[in-house]
């Protein structure tokens, strides 16, 4: 649904965008519209903190709004956190002239700035630098469980979204409050009701319905396979994984498509780390529908790095606890 | 003479196997003409450290589902990490039956790595005075 009570494509910024207030964010706006008008950012004049799902939904929409050839003006992109968005390729992605970054010491980054992924070599590039930019190269079980989010988030733009612009994504490490890497990829594609609409008919029109079906194992948008794909590339557990990762370590995880987002809030303490089948099971999970359509996919994944798994437990944990029909494991010929 | 086929698996910088592409290039060119020959293909991971479920069903999901169990005799893992044990079992279990049920109960993730044990202190005795009737 492209917004009709605006003449132009137009996305505000709070002051505060992140993927714990993105409601705010979602609901404050309306940015996409049928125009060839120029494009307009709106930052809050106080505009102070934009984690990675903002960064990565702003960039994804310029790329969309550069599609319908409306250029992108912005306002009020001046101010304290100015130069962290210099940093990050914000504006650089969406073709706003900024200030040059002045010659300083700058700080040690702990980020992965926005990068546009088309490729899975680009994809590779992105990887082989998450230890070196986010300095997880101490923390291997941090490190493998961010590696394998932005992995399987990207490939699933890549080979499920249609975008023409690919996947924007970026990650931020926190070291406080608490230390976590926030991930977020975003695409203007076709979106995930489209996507398994053919696979799944009452997935087509129904955002809520195709969310829910996406997040579960073994549904694909690639192929008509049932429970658990019988497909050659495709099974359908990327996002599931991906779910659970944020899910062990306490984390955020989001999923925006169409008009429907889904969100998975951080543990509580002492609170016991369950991943459900159906994602809409699970008691800390929120569910939204806009009064306007996100065209494509946003996903989103908080890692808490004190949290993490250890990782070949994790999966021997998952896998222990899907029974198959007839487990072949022992005769798996490991050397 | 039936063969017996080496395949070195590649992992990416770091020891992270996800190239899907590159996976599904090894099963095309080596791994399933090696299988329908007859031969045994040793799949080796050394270096790799992890890898992601995308890529190892990329790798083996359809030698699984074309030749069945019986291929498992003839495909063998060397130097495998044990999170990719794991995610091995995973496919291998899936590709060749899928699962009993849709899993109705929710799965406990709790493998976090346990705190570091504190040193031991004895527990400090809080004696409490009785109120007096």
């Known amino acids: ?335 | 003479m039936n063969e017996r086929i080496e395949v070195k698996v590649a992992g990416g910088i770091s020891g992270f196997a996800e190239d899907k592409d590159a996976a599904k290039e090894l099963r095309k060119s080596t791994i399933l003409p090696s299988l329908l020959a007859h031969d045994t293909v040793v799949l080796d991971f050394s270096g790799i450290t992890s890898s992601t479920q995308s890529f190892v069903h990329a790798l083996i999901a359809e030698p699984l589902q074309q030749f069945g169990e019986s291929v498992l005799s003839r495909l063998e893992f060397r130097s495998c990490a044990p999170q990719i044990k794991s995610l091995v079992g995973l496919v291998v279990d899936y590709s060749l039956g899928g699962f009993s049920t849709t899993p109705s109960d929710p799965m406990d993730v709790g493998t976090r790595r346990p705190n570091k044990k504190r040193t031991s202190e004895k527990p400090v005795k809080v004696h409490r005075k009785r109120k007096s009737a």
Not at chain 1, 60 to 70: I, P
Not at chain 1, 112 to 121: A, E, G
């Open chain 1, 1 to 335: 649904m492209l917004c009709e009570s605006q003449d132009m494509p137009k996305l505000l910024i709070p002051n505060e965008a992140s993927i714990r207030t993105i409601r705010n964010l979602l609901f404050a706006n309306s940015p996409f519209c049928d125009t060839n008008s120029p494009a307009q950012l709106v930052m809050h004049p106080k505009w102070a903190f934009m984690d990675p799902i903002a960064m990565a939904m702003a960039a994804a929409w310029g790329g969309w709004c550069q599609r319908k050839h409306c250029s992108v003006k912005a306002e009020n992109v001046g101010g304290p956190s100015q130069k962290y968005a210099i940093r990050m390729g914000l504006f650089e992605h969406l073709n706003v002239p900024h200030d040059p970054l002045v010659a300083e010491h700058e700080e040690a980054g702990r980020f992965i700035p926005l990068k546009q992924v088309k490729t899975s070599s680009d994809l590779a590039a992105v990887i082989g630098n998450v230890s070196a930019l986010l300095h997880l190269d101490k923390e291997p079980h941090a490190l493998q469980a961010v590696q394998y989010c932005i992995s399987e988030l990207i490939r699933n733009v890549l080979e499920h979204s249609g975008s023409v612009e690919g996947a924007y994504v970026c990650a931020q490490r926190y070291t406080s409050d608490p230390p976590r890497v926030s991930i977020a990829v975003a695409d203007c594609g076709f979106g995930i009701s489209s996507t398994l609409a053919y696979s799944y008919p009452q997935a087509a029109n129904d955002d809520k319905v195709a969310l829910q079906l996406a997040m579960q194992l073994g549904i694909t948008g690639a192929v008509k396979s049932g429970l658990y794909a019988s497909a050659t590339d495709n099974a359908g557990a990327g996002l599931f994984f991906t779910r659970a990762i944020a899910k062990a370590t306490g984390g955020y995880f989001a999923l925006l498509s169409g008009n429907g987002v889904f969100r998975i809030r951080r543990l509580r303490k002492n609170e016991k780390p369950l991943v459900y089948h159906d994602a809409f099971d699970d008691r800390r999970h929120n569910f939204w529908t806009l009064g306007w359509s996100w065209p494509g996919t946003v996903a989103a994944a908080e890692v808490l790095t004190q949290n993490v798994p250890n990782f070949p437990k994790f999966f021997q944990a998952i896998v222990q606890q899907l029974p198959p029909k007839k487990s072949v494991t022992e005769k798996i010929k490991f050397l």
